[in-house]
């Protein structure tokens, strides 16, 4: 074949923005509620930091919109990075990506899917990394049918799941407004070292919104739809999360949260009987989401890579009749796979993902003031509202996050700066190859 195919623009805004919702909502509401309720004991203090999660989340997310804006091609924050501070920074965060952030999420969420399938039909210890590894195959066919099937199915799974968590919101609101009611819960005292902890759930469940830049590459006029889609997708996550917890609030203590192993069915226990095998479907359904989006988008960063010539030449490759990177999406499921079968706890992986994750977003958000200086057309371009004040809250937030973990849990975040470590010589090796074939 003379030339490779290459990805086509077919992403409009709607999946667009279906997928920048579905790549938040997976499993956090659902799994760190009661953590956060542990650390922050207090019914103002937890809806007070999803509402800190909102904020960086739409700051975050306002602030990505101008850099998606001026780079519109493939890989997203990848992009960003390269055009900012060069090529080692921005294939380390691609390494990272690949070795520990999007694949180990990917690992964690089918883990995560196949517990509580395990709860609707017993699968043994045995069978459920069979079930997960059969489950993560099927979803990559699927994305490499075709970014339209794709996106056709993360469409669906994230409409399901929104319904399913309204419902849950619902539950709420009929508790709150039912005769029934309790007069209130008691709430103990918290401090802001408990807060700054208790971000690490937080930052978890809100992660994923600026998946959507990963496929600017194949968006219908991405200067305007990846900006909005990420825009609209983090304001939505942060009505829902917030209504949720509210909702989880009208019918547990915050101490009955944090001594909850599964708060969504504990919740909904309360009122509908058999509420738990509804929330079991729900979350499988929200996982499967998260999973098929992480698994549709994040290979486009390591295609982007390979167009540099910075990995694998053959992630480069399209396939002639899908038109999908069909070598990467392979490559992150392969790894993802292996990650599974070697990981036995969705709670072992969460810090040291979110540090690396949010380490390398900051990095990004920090670039817009280098940009800033630079020419740009007027007319195409989205700006950031209220500059410099909205990615200065993003970034010292998030900071704050950072320097949160670090302190108190210095082991994970050391394991994930070290995995970042090695991909220095990773990318050395590839930069030698490169430059024997250019002599």
Not at 411 to 439: D, K, M, Y
Request: charged letters at 10%; glycine letters at 8%; proline letters at 4%.
């Amino acid at each position: 074949m003379s030339e490779n195919p290459k990805l086509q623009r077919q992403i409009r805004l709607f999946p667009l923005v279906l997928i920048a919702i579905g790549s938040c909502i997976g499993s956090g509401i659902f799994l760190t509620p009661s953590d956060i309720a542990s650390k922050v004991p207090n019914e103002q203090g937890i809806l007070f930091v999803w509402v800190i999660g909102g904020i960086v989340a739409l700051t975050g997310s306002l602030t990505f919109a101008e850099l998606g804006a001026r780079f519109p091609g493939e890989g997203g924050v990848y992009s960003y990075l390269r055009e900012a501070y060069g090529d080692l920074v921005a294939f380390l965060y691609g390494w990272v990506n690949l070795t520990v952030i999007t694949s180990g999420a990917i690992a964690a969420l089918v883990l995560a899917c196949v517990r509580y399938l395990d709860y609707l039909i017993p699968l043994g210890e045995t069978g459920k990394p069979v079930v997960a590894t059969v489950i993560l195959i099927l979803l990559t066919w699927v994305n490499i049918l075709g970014v339209r099937s794709g996106t056709r199915v993360a469409s669906s799974l994230t409409l399901m799941k929104i319904l399913g968590i309204l419902m849950i919101v619902g539950v709420g609101c009929w508790y709150f407004m039912s005769e029934s009611q309790s007069s209130g819960h008691q709430s103990s005292d918290w401090a802001w070292t408990g807060m700054g902890l208790a971000l690490v759930g937080v930052f978890w469940s809100y992660g994923g919104w600026h998946h959507a830049s990963y496929l600017a590459g194949e968006t219908i006029d991405p200067r305007k739809t990846v900006p909005r889609a990420m825009i609209i997708g983090a304001i939505v996550v942060t009505t829902i999360y917030v209504l949720t917890n509210w909702a989880y609030l009208q019918v547990m203590s915050p101490q009955d949260m944090a001594t909850s192993n599964a708060v969504a069915a504990d919740a909904v226990d309360q009122v509908i009987s058999q509420g738990g095998y509804f929330i079991a479907l729900l979350i499988m359904l929200s996982t499967l989401g998260t999973v098929s989006i992480y698994t549709l988008s994040a290979p486009r960063l390591y295609f982007a890579m390979s167009q540099d010539k910075s990995f694998f030449a053959q992630l480069a490759c399209v396939h002639p009749k899908y038109r999908t990177p069909h070598l990467a999406i392979l490559l992150q499921s392969g790894w993802a796979i292996i990650l599974l079968w070697f990981w036995s706890t969705f709670e072992n992986l969460i810090t040291y993902v979110v540090f690396m994750d949010i380490l390398f977003m900051v990095l990004a958000a920090g670039a817009i003031f280098l940009f800033r200086r630079l020419p740009n057309n007027e007319d195409e371009q989205f700006k950031v509202p209220f500059f410099p004040l909205v990615p200065l809250i993003y970034i010292s937030l998030s900071g704050w996050f950072l320097v949160t973990v670090l302190w108190s849990q210095p082991h994970q975040a050391w394991a994930g700066l070290i995995i970042c470590g090695l991909g220095i010589p990773v990318f050395l090796t590839f930069r030698r190859q490169l430059n024997r074939q250019s002599e």
